[in-house]
């Protein structure tokens, strides 16, 4: 019913920048809330950040000031921009997004995954 494309990961210095993206496509009826989250080596997931239809954002205490995410609603996607990372922020990064489906029912969906890697 829905696809998630991410890109924009890969390995950056500690105090550089990367921009992550998630595309959905597919059959749906409309976005609501979209959200990046993130896995660290042995550690649970956690939620980055978070942006509803309205555009309400809402961030980890450990990326705020330094990480925005934003959307484009006419394209279906969601961005991560990061800025000043640190070794702490490596991880694999999933987008998920919650989609009203053709049918009316309410569901989320994952992307793939991408890893972020800070070293320098």
């Known amino acids: 019913q829905v696809q998630l494309v991410e890109s924009g990961g890969g390995l950056v210095q500690p105090g550089g920048s990367l921009r992550l993206s998630c595309a959905a496509s597919?059959?749906?009826?409309?976005?609501?809330?979209m959200a990046w989250y993130r896995r660290a080596p042995g550690k649970e997931r956690e939620l980055v950040a978070s942006?509803?239809?309205?555009?309400?954002?809402n961030y980890a205490d450990s990326v705020k000031g330094r990480f925005i995410i934003s959307r484009d609603n006419a394209k279906n996607t969601v961005y991560l921009e990061m800025n000043s990372l640190q070794p702490e922020d490596t991880a694999i990064y999933y987008c998920?997004?919650?989609?009203?489906?053709?049918?009316?029912?309410?569901?989320?969906?994952w992307g793939q995954g991408t890893q972020v890697t800070v070293s320098s």
């Open positions: 998920n997004v919650e989609i009203q489906t053709i049918a009316g029912v309410r569901v989320s969906a």
């Open positions: 597919g059959m749906f009826f409309s976005v609501y809330g």
């Open positions: 942006v509803t239809s309205g555009g309400i954002t």
